[in-house]
């Protein structure tokens, strides 16, 4: 069973436009959750996490993301897009008991147009 | 943030010959390095995990006869495919993190075997 589900497989929106990137996982308990993002020819880089506390989280270059238990979502958020978010987004997860393993979704292609 | 980088970032071989590849952290003690493959427009799935000094631990299907890890120092981790096939042309990332803080990728190393 998968653990991450990112239903967005390529999000197209023109600069200035919101953004929300889907991300459920399928577990009852208590999880940690990240978004990273990989920008062409680039590494993964961390965005945000959730470990405990606010559901609201912030992270860099504006984004942010809400954990809402009861629908077990952690969806990435950007009010205002650039043409320099375009990227490849990836929600994970580490679930207990599992030597803190990131477990990935399928990734969200996001392309901006200028 | 820490940096975690991959020798070669390309490596294109003949089929049946073993291509070796490299994954260093370059200003921190990578006490754990991750191996992942990253099929097009998939995400990452996690080959194994590797703790310095010990063997690797690898993920069910994952054939550890083929894919050699060796995790001998706190800076280095090695991958080999051996005996590579088409099959295994794949995008490989690394990851490293030192004891339970954040963890941190390497750019990749795009393989193809002809």
């Known amino acids: 069973a998968q653990s991450v589900s990112q239903h967005n497989h390529h999000v197209i929106l023109s600069e200035a436009a919101s953004l929300e990137l889907g991300c459920n996982y399928s577990y009852g308990g208590t999880v940690n959750l990240f978004w990273y993002v990989q920008y062409p020819g680039q590494h993964l880089q961390l965005l945000l996490k959730?470990?405990?506390?606010?559901?609201l989280v912030k992270g860099i270059k504006g984004f942010e993301a809400e954990f809402i238990k009861s629908k077990f979502s952690f969806n990435l958020r950007k009010p205002s897009v650039q043409w320099s978010d375009t990227a490849e987004y990836f929600c994970a997860v580490i679930l207990p008991g599992s030597a803190r393993q990131l477990t990935f979704g399928s990734g969200t292609q996001l392309t901006v147009l200028p | 943030g820490a940096v975690v980088s991959q020798h070669p970032s390309r490596v294109i071989c003949k089929s049946g010959t073993s291509v070796k590849i490299e994954c260093r952290s370059l200003?921190?003690?990578?006490?754990?390095m991750f191996w992942y493959r990253q099929f097009p427009k998939q995400s990452l799935m996690l080959m194994a995990t590797s703790n310095e000094g010990s063997k690797a631990t690898y993920e069910q299907g994952v054939e550890k006869d083929k894919f050699l890890i060796n995790h001998a120092s706190l800076t280095l981790s090695t991958l080999t495919v051996t005996s590579a096939h088409p099959e295994d042309s794949s995008f490989y990332i690394c990851s490293a993190r030192e004891w339970d803080r954040e963890q941190y990728f390497g750019p990749g190393t795009r393989l193809t075997v002809t």
């Open positions: 959730y470990f405990s506390g606010d559901p």
């Open positions: 200003d921190f003690q990578a006490t754990t």
